[in-house]
């Protein structure tokens, strides 16, 4: 049994502790919903109020040049780069998560003609079966085949133009093996597209070692990027040459300031970029990355397991006969940086835990999910927000008509 | 001949003129590219700070209830509207000019079975014939077929599926007629997709009477959104129902927060939604367009089309001689509120001109591009920038390797 002295040793052990003042959180509150919406580094307002009143405000439109606002999808898709094990030149930031999707999942399928399935899983994340689902209504002959996860490999076959995966599972955390997957992909001449963003800062990620084709993720999460951050792709350089993106605009041409009139697609993976950046939420998602890539990653990708184990363990000890059951994988190694519980009651179970001060959400229809960041939770959080969780499940103070009126964001 | 007596009368009588400080812009400059990017209302750092430190930092996820933020969307749309004449369930920010293109225009073909051509004129905005080029080689049967703009409304006919135009030329400054060609497209059952890039905020626009079927545009230029600021896009309500996004991400699903596995449209115009509202260029675009709906617009629209005409004048009477060539419409109703004038040396001469404090910019092959933003543009800038024009070519100061060595963004 763990018990609170134990916790607070390994807080004092922990070599990722300092980084907690390099956030802006309010007090009374443990925030375990970072996998939603990342914390506020300290660093960011600063960043963000000087690309608002000098780069914007004093540098107005030369500020493209001299504030390099232009080379920002290259320059922070080059930092992305190094948390997921990728080459610089292969990764940009750029529109949002579900537009880079679309992007890469129609570049794919025209890489591989003659197949005609994008070969998912049921129960992905809604905007990855939603765009999917858009391209077959879109292109002629085009399928989405969803089999249960623990089928997929065996269903990749010469219909398959691309696998379409999750790698953490945004509701279980379940972690799927990338390199084993795409391996099976190619060996049956199929592409796989890997969607990082429960992924992208939580867990260990090396794209280039598991030979990966395509990838997006997501700003805000593990990032701190902040609300609706621009998201990234990738591109594996040996791709670059020949898919095309189907958002063919002016960013993405060869020489955009020609103002030619006839599209010639950029070099390498320029052609993916497609508006005019959002420079502000560029600024913000920057600072997040730099202070990402400040951290040790095996000391964070360590702490992030302890935390979600420690988690698992105090509410199996003591929430037991609450109610609640493990929705995630039991294993460290099989689970990305959040965990997530069933129970019956789970939204007004968390909004009356939101209402005590610990922030997680809920997922229909019927999981309480908590993620755990490395850089700004700490041992002593997962067992406070466990004491409370008990004493809410405990009291039954859940089950009111306030906890149970559903809100616009769930 | 008007003299500068006769300009600062312009100025003291100016209805307008209090809104210049309402600007943060810096000293020593005439900001004439805000075609380009608009400059930075005094009020977006302190709402872009608040939305940073407050809203994010302090409300964390559970802004996008308490903050409204997941009403972004709408509610700016629906701002939005006002300016350009549509109710305010027609119109969404989302996204870039360029991504809303694409939904638009896959809609557009959509909604016109049968129907393969979309109809535009050469030298449209780049980003618009590129959109279209990547439409027509993705779909099958989809060709895009260029006229020039006196042929258009003879060139609709019963192939032409949707005709593409931009309202306001982004070099020349030359206005279509919306409602006239609108009606052409009608006459020949095809809709009409209006870019109003270059027009929302700077002309009169009334979508409503003009028919419009769809419209796109920017929130970064007349609208002061900040660098990069979210897009917006336009909907008639008799089309919601039948159009459909190719773009389906999850914002545009009926019941995002169900967690579904099927995508099921969105109501109205809502559908057009695809990703998470990226909010702090959400923040700056609402503060630039509260700040434009405060002024008087036919005080606004009148002291445009001064400005350019006051140009053109000063320009032809004080620039005579000295290579400048006219490439605007000379009529104040057939432009936009920009004026170009065209120069062998436009690249050089215009980055002299900058160097002394004028900011307009360069388009190729030979523009000088000049935005006249009667928010915070007054008469006597517009005096000495011909001045200073003046001086530059009758010096030769322009003739310079600096001045000819190009930048990444022209």
Same mark, same amino acid.
């Not at 059951?325 to 835990?353: C, I, W």
């Given at each position: 049994?763990?018990?609170?002295?134990?916790?607070?040793?390994?807080?004092?052990?922990?070599?990722?502790?300092?980084?907690?003042?390099?956030? !802006?959180?309010?007090?009374? +509150?443990? @925030?375990? *919903?970072? %996998?939603?919406?990342?914390?506020?580094?300290?660093?960011?307002?600063?960043?963000?109020?000087?690309?608002?009143?000098?780069?914007?405000?004093?540098?107005?439109?030369?500020?493209? %040049?001299?504030?390099?606002?232009?080379?920002?999808? +290259?320059?922070?898709?080059?930092?992305?780069?190094?948390?997921?094990?990728?080459?610089?030149?292969?990764?940009?930031?750029?529109?949002?998560?579900?537009?880079?999707?679309?992007?890469?999942?129609?570049?794919?399928?025209?890489? &591989?003609?003659?197949?005609?399935?994008? !070969?998912?899983?049921?129960?992905?994340? /809604?905007?990855?079966?939603?765009?999917?689902?858009?391209?077959?209504?879109?292109?002629? &002959?085009?399928?989405?085949?969803?089999?249960?996860?623990?089928?997929?490999?065996?269903?990749?076959?010469? *219909?398959?133009?691309?696998?379409? #995966?999750?790698?953490?599972?945004?509701?279980?955390?379940?972690?799927?093996?990338?390199?084993?997957?795409?391996?099976? $992909?190619?060996?049956?001449?199929?592409?796989?597209?890997?969607?990082?963003?429960? =992924?992208?800062?939580?867990?260990? !990620?090396?794209?280039?070692?598991?030979?990966?084709?395509?990838?997006?993720?997501?700003?805000?999460?593990? #990032?701190?990027?902040?609300?609706?951050?621009?998201?990234?792709?990738?591109?594996?350089?040996?791709?670059?040459?020949?898919?095309? =993106? /189907?958002?063919?605009?002016?960013?993405?041409?060869? $020489?955009?300031?020609?103002?030619?009139?006839?599209?010639?697609?950029?070099?390498?993976? %320029?052609?993916?970029?497609?508006?005019? /950046?959002?420079?502000?939420?560029?600024?913000?998602?920057?600072?997040?990355? *730099?202070?990402?890539?400040?951290?040790?990653?095996?000391?964070?990708? +360590?702490?992030?397991?302890?935390?979600?184990?420690?988690?698992?363990?105090?509410?199996?000890?003591?929430?037991?006969?609450?109610?609640?059951?493990?929705?995630?994988?039991?294993?460290?190694?099989?689970?990305?940086?959040?965990?997530?519980?069933?129970?019956? *009651?789970?939204?007004?179970?968390?909004?009356?835990?939101?209402?005590?001060?610990?922030?997680?959400?809920?997922?229909?229809?019927?999981?309480?999910?908590?993620?755990?960041? /490395?850089? @700004?939770?700490?041992?002593?959080?997962?067992? &406070?927000?466990?004491?409370?969780?008990?004493?809410?499940?405990?009291?039954?103070?859940?089950?009111?008509?306030?906890?149970?009126?559903? $809100?616009?964001?769930?």
């Amino acid at each position: 049994m763990t018990d609170l002295d134990t916790v607070r040793q390994m807080d004092a052990a922990d070599p990722l502790a300092a980084f907690r003042q390099r956030f !802006l959180l309010p007090e009374g +509150q443990i @925030y375990l *919903d970072g %996998n939603s919406l990342g914390a506020l580094p300290r660093d960011t307002p600063a960043r963000v109020a000087d690309t608002v009143a000098r780069e914007w405000g004093e540098g107005l439109v030369g500020s493209w %040049n001299s504030a390099d606002w232009i080379g920002a999808p +290259q320059r922070i898709g080059a930092k992305i780069a190094r948390v997921i094990g990728a080459a610089p030149q292969e990764v940009l930031v750029a529109d949002s998560t579900s537009v880079n999707l679309f992007k890469l999942l129609v570049a794919a399928i025209g890489a &591989r003609p003659g197949r005609h399935v994008i !070969l998912t899983e049921p129960g992905n994340f /809604p905007t990855d079966l939603y765009i999917a689902q858009g391209v077959a209504a879109l292109l002629p &002959r085009v399928d989405v085949r969803t089999v249960p996860r623990a089928d997929i490999v065996a269903a990749i076959d010469p *219909d398959t133009a691309v696998v379409l #995966l999750t790698h953490v599972h945004y509701k279980s955390g379940a972690l799927f093996d990338m390199a084993a997957i795409t391996r099976a $992909a190619h060996d049956h001449g199929a592409l796989a597209l890997w969607d990082l963003s429960h =992924s992208v800062g939580a867990v260990e !990620l090396d794209l280039t070692a598991a030979n990966a084709d395509l990838a997006i993720g997501c700003g805000y999460k593990y #990032l701190n990027g902040g609300p609706g951050a621009p998201a990234f792709l990738y591109v594996a350089a040996r791709h670059q040459a020949t898919l095309r =993106s /189907p958002l063919t605009g002016w960013m993405g041409h060869a $020489a955009p300031f020609d103002f030619g009139d006839d599209y010639a697609a950029g070099a390498g993976v %320029n052609r993916f970029l497609c508006g005019t /950046p959002p420079i502000l939420g560029m600024a913000a998602l920057e600072v997040g990355v *730099d202070l990402w890539l400040e951290a040790d990653r095996a000391a964070l990708f +360590q702490k992030s397991r302890a935390l979600c184990s420690l988690f698992i363990e105090l509410v199996e000890q003591r929430c037991a006969g609450l109610g609640l059951t493990l929705a995630s994988p039991a294993a460290a190694d099989a689970r990305g940086s959040h965990v997530s519980f069933a129970h019956a *009651d789970g939204y007004p179970v968390m909004q009356a835990l939101i209402a005590r001060g610990v922030i997680g959400d809920f997922r229909a229809p019927d999981v309480l999910r908590f993620g755990f960041t /490395p850089l @700004y939770i700490g041992y002593e959080d997962v067992w &406070r927000a466990v004491e409370i969780l008990r004493d809410v499940l405990d009291s039954g103070s859940w089950d009111t008509p306030a906890f149970r009126a559903r $809100a616009a964001v769930t």
